[in-house]
């Protein structure tokens, strides 16, 4: 299942005018991909995401997440929608204090309506698959920024999402980190085979990555070259 934004644009209210921040944005992510969007700050990368997480609704165009055209779904659809089908790595991991690595991927499956006692082993398979196995009892604190980013990872895959959407995930790591959680967000869409979009303004390590665009002035570009 793939991500699909067609023609989408999305303004917003700029005193008696308004100001586009999306403008007939088009993008196909198939499943299995990555496709990173870089670009500098105000050029509506933030909202190519929030649209694409269907947490708002463009003015115009399509969005189509899975095989689900959005246009037209009421609130609860939407929710039900990003529950089942979308993961979404924040920038900040915003872990629960109290909670261990293995326990903030239960509580998506008891948020979900389902037993987090059940979730268990699936939580410990994802925790394995970002290099947390050795960590699943670990509470935050007990945690290393690039690990914290790894827990986060998992979580947003706790639900077998079928669209990834990852925002800036190495802001707040030095270059190594950067790198290695990036190379781990290609290695998993590859791996789960979902469709990922990966919102970053670091270039130095989209090697690996399907499709790199460009954002500028609301508008995607060209493929940019990754560095």
Not at 32 to 54: Q, R, Y
Not at 59 to 64: H, I, K, M, P, Y
Not at 172 to 198: F, P
């Amino acid at each position: 299942m793939s991500l699909t934004l067609t023609d989408v644009t999305l303004t917003y209210p700029d005193g008696t005018s308004r100001l586009t921040a999306l403008d007939h944005v088009s993008l196909d992510v198939p499943a299995g991909t990555l496709t990173a969007v870089v670009g500098p700050s105000g050029s509506g990368k933030s909202s190519l995401l929030a649209v694409a997480a269907t947490l708002i609704s463009p003015d115009s165009g399509r969005v189509v997440v899975a095989g689900t055209d959005t246009t037209g779904l009421d609130r609860d659809a939407l929710t039900t929608l990003r529950r089942d089908r979308v993961g979404i790595v924040f920038q900040q991991p915003n872990l629960l204090p109290s909670l261990t690595a293995a326990e903030q991927l239960q509580v998506m499956a008891h948020l979900a309506g389902h037993s987090p006692r059940a979730a268990r082993p699936r939580a410990l398979e994802l925790l394995d698959a970002v290099g947390m196995a050795d960590f699943a009892d670990r509470r935050p604190h007990q945690l290393s920024g690039g690990q914290r980013q790894r827990v986060n990872i998992a979580r947003a895959l706790m639900g077998d999402p079928a669209v990834l959407l990852v925002d800036e995930p190495t802001s707040a790591l030095d270059h190594e980190r950067g790198a290695a959680i990036i190379d781990l967000v290609v290695t998993l869409t590859h791996r789960q085979g979902v469709a990922t979009v990966l919102v970053t303004h670091d270039r130095a390590h989209l090697g690996e990555v399907d499709q790199v665009v460009e954002m500028l002035d609301g508008r995607v570009r060209l493929p940019a070259a990754a560095a």
